[in-house]
């Protein structure tokens, strides 16, 4: 396993070791200890979510207000560009994004710290996108920042209008949005 930082010090990419032949592959996906060792992080994870969308959706820019999630998050099936924005008010990078292209080809992971709001969009003709939270998804709590917010500027590189959830379409720009201290 190899750990790849990104512009934002807390985000993470995770590069797993792949033992490839004519047969196929394998590789680990998680290792509780590699994974302390490697990042320094203890995270415990407590739900798994998988999702499957079509060509062109964008799903984000999601958070928790209370109990907030550290996501480690891939793709099993196509490919997506997965974007994590700090929303941490003291935070020296609040406000600033990052964003990689996760892939069952790749098969990268991105870690995705409490204190961020998370999306994707869907590159390909679908993705499966697998999540390990580290606490539970709890609607009451649950919060979007608006996809396109030019506050934040995220450069997803579309050429149409994302396919988006009604939820999703009425996400808040950061300036009115409930952030972590």
């Not at 060792?37 to 060509?55: K, Y």
């Not at 609040?94 to 964003?99: C, V």
């Amino acid at each position: 396993m190899k750990i790849i930082p990104t512009a934002i010090p807390d985000v993470l990419i995770v590069e797993p070791t792949v033992f490839g032949d004519a047969r196929g592959f394998f590789f680990e996906s998680f290792n509780t200890r590699r994974f302390a060792e490697l990042t320094g992080i203890t995270a415990n994870f407590v739900q798994d979510n998988h999702s499957r969308s079509t060509h062109n959706v964008l799903r984000g820019l999601h958070y928790q207000t209370q109990h907030p999630q550290g996501k480690l998050v891939r793709v099993t099936a196509g490919e997506v560009l997965d974007v994590a924005v700090d929303i941490r008010k003291h935070s020296p990078t609040f406000g600033h994004w990052t964003s990689t292209v996760l892939s069952a080809e790749n098969k990268r992971q991105m870690w995705v710290p409490a204190g961020f709001a998370h999306g994707f969009l869907v590159l390909g003709e679908y993705a499966e996108f697998l999540y390990k939270t580290t606490d539970y998804w709890m609607a009451e709590h649950e919060r979007c920042i608006l996809w396109n917010d030019p506050a934040i500027g995220i450069e997803w590189g579309l050429s149409e209008m994302p396919v988006m959830s009604p939820k999703d379409k009425k996400g808040k720009l950061l300036s009115q949005a409930e952030i972590f201290d």
